[in-house]
Each structure stands twice: as C-alpha cells, then as structure tokens.
C-alpha cells in the first residue's frame, strides 16, 4: 500500500438528532499500513484540513483488507463549514456511507 493520506478516515458518530457528524475514527497512514483508530472531534478534522493535513475515507474490503475511498474536503455551505467527499451544495456533512461507531 502507498501513501493515500497524512490520514484515513473509517468511521463516524452523529449527534443526538443524527443530523451532523460529531466525531470521527481516524487513522494514521503510515504509508505501508494503517494506523490504530483514533477518536478526534468533527471541529478537529476541519480545522486539520484547513491547515493542509489531507484525509480520505477508507473501508474494509470483501478480503478484509483497508480499500481506499474518496478524499474528503471542507466545504462552507452559508457560511458553515461541512465535510464532504462530493461538494454537493447541501447543508450537511456527506460521510454517510461510512460506517457508525
């Protein structure tokens, strides 16, 4: 495995509603494996996005081995900052597919 991302994200936990995301698993991409799964808030991933640190989406594959998905982004919708992996001018964050922890 090469280098996807400075980190990889495998999870996500939504707020009460379930309509924002709250935290986020996050993995350390050590180039030829994956890091141990780490809980940051949302707060944190955005404000590490916009100082330059790059993260994509993973999930296990049908082997079970990390499959490389999409690279996530900060998109401001209105002003408010959302995570998104297709900027697709909504008012939420687009991680839905992958997994709740």
């Known amino acids: ?3 996807w991302a400075d980190y990889l994200i495998s999870a996500v ?3 009460a509603d379930h309509t924002h995301i709250s935290q986020l698993k996050a993995h350390k991409d050590n180039d030829d494996t ?3 799964g780490e809980v940051y808030e949302r707060q944190a991933i955005v404000d590490a996005i916009n100082n330059g640190t790059s993260f994509i989406t993973v999930f296990k594959n049908s082997s079970g081995n990390w499959a490389k998905g999409q690279k996530v982004y900060v998109i401001k919708v209105q002003g408010v900052s959302y ?3 297709v900027d697709n ?3 939420e964050d687009n991680l ?3 997994p709740e922890f």
């Open 34 to 36: 994956v890091g141990i």
């Open 89 to 91: 001018g909504k008012e």
């Open 1 to 3: 495995m090469a280098k």
């Open 83 to 85: 995570l998104k992996t």
């Open 96 to 98: 839905e597919n992958l």
């Open 13 to 15: 936990r939504y707020n």
